[in-house]
């Protein structure tokens, strides 16, 4: 079997828009919707005239659009930007993309067609995948298939999600009765952890603290620059009893993408690395794309490309109601099933993994994370946030409860994560190159910037060279299916 | 032609799920306040997800009547989701939503459990009370529930539970 390497990835600035609609629907309807609870404002809503131009930036025509269920292909522009940023900062010729595959829950069809024919790639194989949260790391496991079978050499896999995406809820998880969001099997987990093994609140609540720490220097993160105390996470709303809101992640848009390439053929890519002149000769005359390659003659190439080798992938899935899953969700995990696929392929042993990224929506699934991938014994999860092992460097983009849950595009801006951090790249400015496509907000009866230009802080990160094995932990649907990835430096 | 009507009306509310056979009948039945349980012949066993063949042996499943089974309590949950404030007081939490997972022979549901019931149980545990996260208010083996009630509200299936103390 070939093995296959990262060549490159980026991800974009998650951005929050509207609510958090993880934990709750209804807080929305109360306190921020008035015009739709409110039956006279709803009458003065309907008499005005419809606006012709919907608005994305307004929490209000948020509502609009999803009422009248019109999207405008704003999941691809999302998805553009990361891929674009790609492209142009390795310069990777387009011809020589085989497969282009999209992960995202969105109820958009035939998004991968679309994206590369905007993208003027004319992939071998293009496909969608879906599978709620862990998305991002399935379709990247398919992408690893496709070219260890031999059946393309390199592939695109980008991931996107709206706020509004559908995946946020399994409605046919019939079950879960009205109860089914994901909050209430969070604080069922918190708190028979807590009851089952001792682990106090304090331990649990620190984890959000940990998070956030490391979030303050991402520039990608939701919660860039702020700051939590462990008192402010104890304090905070009490949702479900014991769950409280900070503990919770947040929805929000984003996207991510990453280029996936044959061992055997690094050195072939690399030196027809910014030969795109064809090309864009193409596109001039024809006039058809959509956004000009023009700037990336400039060097970009060789120099910093250090490719990251998968080692070992698992996945296991042990069944989609968490009725169901619900007896093995301690003992016998689907994560630390897809963990021990992953150990054995790769030949190494939990103690070896220096960096790793993992799936914390809620703060009790990163203890339970810990459990799974085998860094310590099971029960034991508690203590060891209290330890703070050195050896292990966790969650060092912050997390999902740092950075925002974008669902198709979580799992691969985790890729991503440690593929920057075991390549060195970390501290690369992501600067967005696409003009992101706001229009102007009515209320606010200024028109005169059409396009914004997304302006970001950057602080350097942390850069650790002593790392040389990472991890991915991906799960979905109340942790009924797991996905785990290992690289290599 | 007003009965039709309604029919259809609520006809459509179910084919937005996705449906076919058993899965059909028992959101019927759910919609006439009744729990049909899948359950398998030849396995003997109560099987979910609701579909026509079991998950076990690949055989057809019915749906039987949950009459008077009793399930097993798990976890009680107290939710505040709805809630601006917290309102305790020694009778119980006052404005809380309570939540319980249940385990009808194998099949597990998420549901409210009915205040009446619960509030009788906490007043033979008030010491408990004040701290209640994290502890287990009684021990939930001594405890059996039953289904009380089920429906579809706002397009969406509810189960609802009471406690029955065994002795």
Known sequence: ?????????????????????????????KNNVNHYSNSKNYNNYRDKKPDKISTFN???????IKNTKETNGKIIQIALEPTISLLKKTGFPRELIDA????????????????????????????????????GTNAII??????????????????????????????????????????????????????????????????????????????I????????????VMNSKLLVEPLRLLECCLICEGASSILLIANDKISFYKSKLGHENLRKKISSEDGSNLYNFTDDKKEKSQKEIIPICIKGLGQQNNSASFGNAFDTLFLSSPARKAANQAYEMAGIKPNDIDVVELHDAFSILEI??????????????????????????????????????????????QTVEIFKQLSGTINDKYNSQISYNMLPDKSSKKNTSLHKQIEIESHDRQIRSDIKLGLVHNLAAAGTSASILILEK | MKRNNKKNRIKKRISNINCSGNYETFIEYIRRGKFAMPYCKTCGKNIWPPTDYCTWCLNKMELIDLQNENGK????????????????????????????????????????????TYNAFIHLNKKNFQNSHSVKLFDYSKVHVKLKKCGICENKIFYEFELVSTK
């Open chain 1, 1 to 29: 079997m070939r093995k296959v390497s990262i060549f490159a990835g980026e991800t974009s600035v998650f951005r929050k828009l509207g609510y958090n609609t993880f934990t709750n629907s209804n807080i929305r309807n």
């Open chain 1, 58 to 64: 307004s929490r209000k025509s948020f509502d609009f």
């Open chain 1, 100 to 135: 282009v595959i999209f992960s995202s829950c969105s109820s958009d069809q035939y998004l991968s067609s679309i994206i590369s024919e905007i993208l003027g790639i004319k992939p071998k194989i293009s496909h969608r995948i879906d599978n709620l949260c862990n998305s």
């Open chain 1, 142 to 219: 398919s992408a690893y298939s496709y070219i260890a079978s031999g059946l393309c050499d390199s592939a695109l896999v980008i991931g996107a999600e709206l706020y509004d995406s559908p995946g946020r809820v399994l409605s046919s998880d019939i079950s879960r009765g009205q109860f089914n969001l994901p909050i209430y099997w969070g604080a069922i987990l918190k708190k028979m952890h807590m009851n089952k093994y001792g682990t106090k609140e304090e331990q649990i609540c620190t984890i959000p603290v940990n998070n956030y720490l490391k979030a303050k220097h991402n520039q």
């Open chain 1, 221 to 232: 993160a939701i919660n860039h620059g702020k700051n939590l105390t462990l008192s402010q």
């Open chain 1, 368 to 413: 339970m994370a810990y459990e799974d991938l085998g860094f310590v014994n099971t029960g034991k999860g508690g203590r060891f946030v209290e330890k703070k092992d050195p050896n292990i460097y966790i969650n060092p983009r912050g997390g999902i409860l740092g950075c925002g849950h974008p669902l198709g595009a979580t799992g691969i801006a």
């Open chain 2, 73 to 116: 309590l798990i976890e009680i949950l107290y939710s505040f989701v709805e809630q601006k404030e917290i309102i305790r007081s020694q009778e119980g939490i006052k404005n809380c939503d309570i939540i319980g997972l249940v385990d009808f022979n194998g099949v597990k549901l998420l549901g409210s459990i009915n205040k009446k």
